[in-house]
């Protein structure tokens, strides 16, 4: 690295498997895996975009984010990192990369000390991944160093087994959000005090539904139909499992939704389109948008594939 260059980050790493300027290799790969992530996923989140996806970031993240390890050093080992594609400095602010670095590092910091800061859930696991090095026998701690970065002083957060605990428990909480479920009802119980039904989708788990005494009849009328079920949804900590669903609404749907009875036969383009209530296509715009335009769609797709393996 040139004199020049100032290293974009740093990572004091303690412990008693850890050397002057010497750490394992293995070691040393988990670290340098869980670093990156972190900050790709910080960026993204900076970005506005969802953390928790299949597939990698988009491209723009990819080249300003990727991290390159350019020195082991120091008394209690330094890992030194620089950007590995240069970045273009703004005056008075900072680069995506370098902003990501330092917003992590405010997380971390406030994991540390307690404090209710918002992180972004795809950013709270590569924490929660990186802080997990420091519960074995070699390394005890981690110092993530953020240098200042436009209007952003300098940062320094420590990565210990509180850290990595707090994270743990927010992981652990479950979210709400209004969804839609489409699937057969089944397993209904008007007991007065717990309305209760189950929709059983074309692909994966049973879901557990509640509902209030004003949607009674409307379950009762459709049990054992194909319907569409609306309501809030009670997901795992940061996964996309449904674990229950309150309903606020039931839609009938015809069979053929869920591949019912109509699988085998040949229907033409302008039936399946009828029976399925679609109208044909007068804006072909309306399809742009899918894939991002700076996504990657060649690195999309090996993902996609490689996930399959």
Known sequence: MPKREQP???????GPGVRKGRISVPDLVRICEYAQAAVKKQAEALAGRGTVHPGPVIALIQEECTLDLV???????ILEFGFAQPQIPIPDAGTVGADAISELALSIKSLKNGKVKPIDPGVL???YNLAGMVEGKKVTRIDWLAPKSGRRKSITAILDPIVRQRAAQRLSTPTMRHTHI???LNMVDFKPEDLR???D?????SIPCTFDSELADTVHQMLLKTVRAEGM???AAYTERIESLHLDSLLPLPSLALGEGDFYKSFSLSELAEKQKVGPLRDPSALAGAIPAEQDVDAFIEAIYSERK
């Open 8 to 14: 974009v980050l740093k990572l004091r790493v303690r």
């Open 182 to 184: 489409d699937g057969v």
């Open 125 to 127: 696991q590569s924490v």
């Open 201 to 205: 989708p074309a692909i994966g788990a």
């Open 197 to 199: 039904c189950r929709i």
């Open 71 to 77: 020195g082991i050093k120091g008394r209690s080992t």
């Open 233 to 235: 949804a009670r997901y």
